[in-house]
């Protein structure tokens, strides 16, 4: 018999890990967002008394959140940009995800290791790419004079909203097409040839058995791009860099590196954690209640 206290130590490593890399972090957040400024250097000054915390700031930035006011546009676009990237990675990944899954058989492991390979590089490196190839002069301009799509190629480097929705398709669709042949290795086979055995057709088949199967995949490849998508400042800086396509995280890197308003940025930290919150909340309940449905 091992006791009791043998398998809890293995979570401490983990445990300190978070504290020290989140907790900590995240309260020191919050310090600068009930703190104040130094007059001369401009510097954040943390509070890190909870019973002497301004909420002044906090406030002031929420109410920008409302219909009309300052981040209202800002977080309204942010939301739509996530939105669209997420169904166009969707899109694009699920199929990826499902032949390698199903018909892929020598070559699994070879497309498995080209989906990796973005990870060797880094993100500013691969956006740097995207420029070139939306630059006047680049690729796609070519292509789109060559075949007579266009007469004048578009602009996309100068404020274009799809260059950014794209930007963040092609950042982090590896990052969704990884969970999701995870989860549509573990459906059973047994279970389509089941219903193809009722007569189902490969379609009928793929709508009423593979992909209620793969909905908890879904959600959670879902969840693991769209939640750093909202924070996300270099994607519309670097294939953008105009206010008509700045995102909240443009927002709050601005007030934390760019003007005397740290506590600004820190509250715009907060809020946009606790919008994510909401949305990993209702994640974890989906998951429960399709786990549930799958056991019983």
Do not use: C
């Not at 001369?40 to 920008?64: C, E, H, K, Q, R």
């Not at 740097?128 to 480097?157: C, E, I, R, Y």
Request: hydrophobic fraction near 55%; charge should be positive.
């Amino acid at each position: 018999m091992y006791p009791k206290w043998l398998w809890p130590v293995f979570a401490v490593p983990g445990v300190v890990w978070l504290i020290l890399l989140f907790l900590v972090p995240f309260y020191a957040v919050i310090g600068v967002a009930f703190g104040g400024v130094d007059p001369i250097f401009l510097n954040a000054v943390p509070n890190w008394n909870p019973l002497s915390w301004n909420y002044d700031v906090l406030l002031t930035t929420l109410a920008g959140f409302l219909p009309g006011n300052q981040y209202w546009g800002i977080f309204l676009r942010t939301v739509v940009y996530v939105a669209l990237a997420l169904t166009g990675s969707l899109l694009f990944g699920y199929p990826v995800a499902y032949y390698i899954s199903r018909h892929a058989r020598r070559t699994k492991m070879l497309l498995i290791a080209l989906i990796v390979l973005p990870f060797w590089v880094s993100y500013m490196m691969r956006m740097l790419a995207w420029v070139n190839l939306f630059s006047p002069s680049g690729f796609v301009n070519k292509f789109l004079l060559w075949t007579n799509l266009v007469q004048t190629p578009p602009d996309w480097l100068g404020g274009n909203h799809a260059s950014v929705i794209l930007g963040l398709i092609y950042g982090y669709i590896p990052y969704l097409i990884l969970p999701l042949l995870a989860a549509l290795d573990r459906i059973d086979r047994s279970v389509l040839e089941a219903a193809r055995d009722l007569g189902a057709s490969p379609a009928s088949a793929f709508f009423h058995v593979t992909l209620p199967l793969s909905k908890p995949g879904i959600l959670g490849a879902s969840v693991i791009i769209a939640l750093p998508m909202f924070g996300d400042y270099y994607t519309p800086t670097i294939v953008s860099g105009s206010p008509r396509t700045t995102m909240i995280g443009n927002q709050i890197d601005i007030f934390f590196h760019g003007g005397p308003q740290p506590s600004v940025g820190a509250s715009l930290t907060m809020i946009l954690s606790a919008f994510l919150a909401v949305l990993m909340a209702y994640y974890m309940i989906t998951i429960a209640k399709a786990q549930k449905e799958v056991a019983g």
